[in-house]
T-cell receptor
Framework: EAGVAQSPRYKIIEKRQSVAFWCNPI?????LYWYQQILGQGPKLLIQ????????DSQLPKDRFSAERLKGVDSTLKIQPAKLEDSAVYLC????????????FGSGTQLSVL | GNSVTQMEGPVTLSEEAFLTINCTYT??????LFWYVQYPGEGLQLLLK?????DKGSNKGFEATYRKETTSFHLEKGSVQVSDSAVYFC???????????FGEGTQLTVNP
């Protein structure tokens, strides 16, 4: 079974630029999550989708972050404009039934904002 | 709100040493508790879990017991190997079931 795919693996941008990350969840997984993992901290949930609807985006900085999941499969997370404090690893995860007990994570996109 | 606190790290051990990584939590209701592991260059992987008080999760020689009276879920292994070198995260999911709250992570290095 293929895992959660993310791209790019690394991204370096300057502050105020825009950046987008892509995630392809495990086939058939209805629930998709984006987490932000700042160096030395645990991952923090940014947004959760159930199919193509948003379930929880309470911790998403909506003035600069946006995410979409068209057709309930792939998802894109965008930052515009980026700030220095956005430097982090962005993790995508998916689950079949929306349960934390059956969550699968991708390898992440490491973002450096200079 | 929910929170997870892990012991300060990093932890460096010799091969075959005993490992304990402490984890305590704050949550309302009856959360499920997890340990995730992140090997270098890889994604987070579920190591073990416990869904109710006094449950013991175990996998690959690692164990953790859900202690509601002390709100703890300490990770233990009797004899660590070099291949156990990784970052370990304690996490919980609340009564809603799907959102994970993570601790800060503990870097474990095992030397031959």
């Amino acid at each position: 079974e293929a895992g959660v795919a993310q791209s790019p693996r690394y991204k370096i941008i300057e502050k105020r630029q825009s950046v987008a990350f892509w995630c392809n969840p495990i086939s058939g997984h209805a629930t998709l999550y984006w987490y932000q993992q700042i160096l030395g901290q645990g991952p923090k949930l940014l947004i959760q989708f159930q199919n193509n609807g948003v379930v929880d985006d309470s911790q998403l900085p909506k003035d600069r972050f946006s995410a979409e999941r068209l057709k309930g499969v792939d998802s894109t997370l965008k930052i515009q404009p980026a700030k220095l404090e956005d430097s982090a690893v962005y993790l995508c995860a998916s689950s079949l039934v929306g349960s934390a007990e059956k969550l699968f994570f991708g390898s992440g996109t490491q973002l450096s904002v200079l | 709100g929910n929170s997870v606190t892990q012991m300060e790290g990093p932890v460096t051990l010799s091969e075959e040493a005993f490992l304990t990584i402490n984890c305590t939590y704050t949550a309302t209701g009856y959360p499920s508790l997890f340990w995730y592991v992140q090997y270098p260059g890889e994604g987070l992987q579920l190591l073990l879990k416990a869904t109710k008080a006094d449950d013991k999760g175990s996998n690959k020689g690692f164990e953790a017991t859900y202690r509601k009276e002390t709100t703890s879920f300490h990770l233990e292994k009797g004899s660590v190997q070099v291949s156990d070198s990784a970052v370990y995260f304690c996490a919980l999911s609340g009564t809603s079931g799907s959102r994970l709250t993570f601790g800060e992570g503990t870097q474990l290095t095992v030397n031959p």
